[in-house]
């Protein structure tokens, strides 16, 4: 059983920058892709940013640029730099640990950790 802790949320200003930790347990970290969603009130959880197991990252349109999503295999951590954070990026975030085997795929999601941007 994987188990993921996020931390890093908080209030922060249009403009500024977070920096978001998902630390893992369980598991053996490398073999997992990792990655970034989140969910607005209102709205369907939807992805941030994925990065693989050889550190190849994705982003949604709405972030590139701005977000840039990072793993530390000796710390079995994820990180998420979150900068020109905007209203809009307000959502609790989820961290995903994901390993496609040949008859099934792992799929775990740590607790959330809420994000929000507001003067």
């Known amino acids: 059983q994987v188990q993921l802790v996020e931390s890093g949320g908080g209030l922060v200003q249009p403009g500024g920058s977070l920096r978001l930790s998902c630390a893992a347990s369980g598991t053996d970290f490398r073999l997992y892709a990792m990655g970034w969603y989140r969910q607005a009130p209102g709205k369907q959880r939807a992805l941030v940013a994925t990065?693989?197991?050889?550190?190849?990252?994705n982003y949604a349109d709405s972030v590139k640029g701005r977000f840039t999503i990072s793993r530390d295999n000796a710390k079995s951590t994820v990180y998420l730099q979150m900068n020109s954070l905007k209203p809009e990026d307000t959502a609790v975030y989820y961290c995903?640990?994901?390993?496609?085997?040949?008859?099934?795929?792992?799929?775990?999601w740590g607790q959330g950790t809420q994000v929000t941007v507001s003067s």
């Open positions: 995903n640990a994901k390993k496609p085997t040949l008859v099934t795929t792992y799929n775990y």
């Open positions: 990065i693989t197991t050889g550190g190849t990252t």
